[in-house]
């Protein structure tokens, strides 16, 4: 389907992707059906309807210097401009934009590792450098220090800390935003701007101390649209020496609230890894009694689910621990671990799982030998990239919504039933919220929980529902105080509308400043949910 | 692309279209690589000629990791493959980011709900044209 950018004729829009050409050469810039399918976002719930999102055109820069001129042959033009690295954030949009006929700035061809440093534990690349790069450069040199990476692990550092992306080692690792330190971006005027000690000549420490002097506007290109990031540091995980995994199981469904409180201390306490919880009680979802009980509108009592442990000689809920460290210090923060929970929460047990000296061999990656029924992905838990995850795609993608909420077993219970009873209206998709619905430890300091129900290329009336579905989530969870961390275009704005305090201040806010350095929306309008006066009127 | 290539990658997955056992045997000729993805019926034995054969069972990671993505990071290199639907899409949109495409595919018969697909992906890029 091909478009054209906003306000933009034929022949306007021949000259600019003229002037691109003047800019990067004619191979590097595409446009027309059959180049574009692959900026279509695969996973989109409106594919190949009117409301799905189109490119008009891309075009890969080869440096710095070359975005810099692209933004001024955009400001020139007034075409927008969404720039993306790698493009492979499925599930949040993918390369799809904003705005049709936005101009994809595809940043693929900035791919450089531009320094890893084992001493000090940083790295400093471009935007096109994925974490299989970052990973094989670490590998092939031989240095001990562990990325923590994302699940596919496709995607770039700069794109998925720039979403906010997570990962699944330690929890100041985890956080790839929080763990980035530094940045150069292109304004939407085309000056070149570095962040933190980057903006000082000369400085030595970039990627070691964020802030610099000042203000720091970091936080302003993550989910945002005031530049593009073209170059990106982050801190690395000095490569553990030794790894170690543990399961606790507790019998009550009320003994979750204890069993979060604990692994919430040793997650701040930097004594674990990240977690997973799970309920052994999922063995029991193909009994229809049963999953009537886990589904029913108002949520599932203490003694009801219990009952149902009790007869299933099952316990209502386990956690998967995970150390990182020296092989005596995880060994004895487990022993912590299993002592501090046992002695608390009656009838609780613990298992010892597999443990070894990283880094770990081909057959301990691929072939976990766990004496339970495991949740964790080995990979992804040592910081080592995976396309594993595209086994578990079904139908033709899915769509997300991830609710962040408090780490406490409440909330843990009150979002089960909120989201559970308002998905009622939803038949047709599977109970992502029900009472044994776990949390995600993803996030540093909170719980997220997962609603991602899939799409399908052929059936629009199937892919309807899915995307009426997430509309309704997002709409609920706001009325509760659980908010959306990250979301696709399509739904951007519905989900920065439910940051509204102080009637959207904060929306406000962001639209000043937009105004102020891009008032023709040159870089990735509606981006974030901030849409420039140009396209406001 | 030119058109002479075009045909001969159309004329190989059409090759490769047919029950995979069957069609192994004629799909060798013009590939720097064929994939089999297991989960659809093991092809080791089989004769490929000049073609190397890569195994995997619906992850390709490893594959991509030590041959694919070093591979495709020079000139040239036609790969074909018989695997899932959810591999070649990864494999297509990786390949998309290195100058590649997928030239030629057809869907074979659903297995346990999972389509093999037969496919060529070959250059078409300037800058990884042989």
Known sequence: MSVLPPDLDAAGFAAFLDDLRAVVGPDWVWSGDEDMHAYRDSFSPVWNTEQERHASAAVAPADVEQVSAIVRVARRHRVPLFPISTGKNFGYGGPSPNVNGSVVIDLKRMNRVLEVNEARAFALVEPGVSYFDLYREIEERGLKLMVDCPDPGWGSPVGNSLDRGVGYTMPHYRDHFGAHCGMEVVLPDGEVMRTGMGAMPGAQTWQEYPYGFGPDPSGLFAQGNFGIVTKMGFRLLPLPEYYRTCLITVPKRRDFVKLVEHVNYLNDSGLISEVEYGSPLRAKMADPQFMALITKVGGVSDAELDAAAEAAGLPCWQVELQFLGPERATWENWLHAKERILADISGAQAIEGEHFALPASQQQLDHPQQPWTSAIKRKRSLGVPSLGEWKIVRDDGHIGFFPVLPRTGEAVFEMQRVLGDAMKEFPTLPPFFNALTTPLMWHTHTFQMVFAPSIRHDDPAHNAISHAAMKKCVEVAAEHGWGDYRAAPIYQDAVADTYSFNNHALRRFHEQLKDAIDPDGIIAPGRGGIWPRRFRA | ?130
Not at chain 2, 38 to 52: I, K, S
């Open chain 2, 1 to 130: 692309m030119i058109r002479r290539d075009m045909l001969k990658w159309g004329a190989l997955a059409s090759a490769l279209a047919g029950a995979p056992a069957a069609a192994l045997a004629r799909a060798g000729a013009g590939l720097d690589v064929l994939l089999l993805d297991t989960r659809f019926g093991e092809g080791a034995a089989v004769d490929m000629g000049a073609a190397r054969v890569l195994t995997f069972a619906g992850d390709v990671t490893r594959i991509w990791y030590d041959h694919l993505d070093r591979a495709w990071r020079q000139p040239g290199f036609v790969v074909g493959g018989i695997t899932g639907a959810d591999a070649l899409f990864v494999l297509e949109t990786l390949a998309q980011q290195q100058g590649r495409k997928v030239v030629a595919r057809n869907v074979l018969a659903a297995v346990d709900g999972i389509a093999p697909v037969s496919w060529v992906i070959a250059p078409v890029h300037p800058s990884v044209l042989a």
